[in-house]
């Protein structure tokens, strides 16, 4: 499908694991992913995948409760699973590449109502910076530079069950479903400024 429209293929993947591996081996400039795999899916893969230096451009399906988050936690551009797919894809991938952002008008909708909702101020779904202790903060910040539970518990000196309980409280506080999206929620508050 890319490489009729002049854009090279390097590899392809139908798990998430093998796309990890497949960018860690060959660090491409622009990935384009499914947003669900088998094996997981593309918000809790997505750390480790930009840690390979590639731009993500993200391919969901319109309804999907997933896009700003994905987006949010560091992916290029989304584009929507519609009868003009290949051509979207190609023009996504093109201006990725260059550094720019590509966006279904849908998912810019939705960006646009997450943040008239943060802008909004605190709410159950959006606490304040002094909800965290400076811990549960540090935890984070930690998690969101891509440590694994037991490589922030050797960092801070502290066990993996504390961590783990760290991570739950900051999990319940934020309202996430994983430490990916715990990342996006706190990034998109300012949580980690």
């Given amino acids: 499908m890319l490489e009729k429209r002049g854009i090279p293929v390097v590899g392809d993947a139908d798990r998430l694991t093998i796309l990890r591996q497949r960018c860690a081996e060959t660090h491409p400039q622009v990935v384009v992913s499914a947003e669900r795999f088998p094996d997981g899916d593309l ?8 840690s390979s230096g590639a731009r993500i451009l993200a ?26 797919l290949p051509d979207d894809v190609a023009q996504g991938v093109r201006t990725v590449s ?13 960006v646009l109502n997450r943040w008239r909702a943060e802008r909004d101020g605190p709410s159950p779904s959006n606490p304040r910076r002094d909800v965290l202790t400076s811990r549960e903060r540090e935890i984070l910040a930690a998690m969101a530079r891509g440590l694994t539970t037991r490589g922030v518990a050797e960092k801070l000196e502290i066990s993996v069950k504390t961590v783990e309980a760290h991570k739950a409280r900051v999990f319940a506080k934020l309202g996430a479903r994983n430490q990916a999206h715990a990342v996006s929620l706190a990034r998109s508050r300012h949580l980690l400024d």
Avoid: Q, R
Avoid at 43 to 50: I, S
Avoid at 59 to 81: K, P, Q, W, Y
Avoid at 98 to 110: M, Q
């Fill in 59 to 84: 391919v969901c399906e319109s309804h999907s409760d997933n896009v700003v988050d994905i987006l949010l936690a560091g992916a290029s551009g989304c584009v929507f699973l519609t009868d003009g």
């Fill in 98 to 110: 260059k550094g720019g952002s590509a966006l279904h008008p849908l998912a810019a909708h939705a």
């Fill in 43 to 50: 918000l809790a893969g997505l750390t480790a995948l930009l």
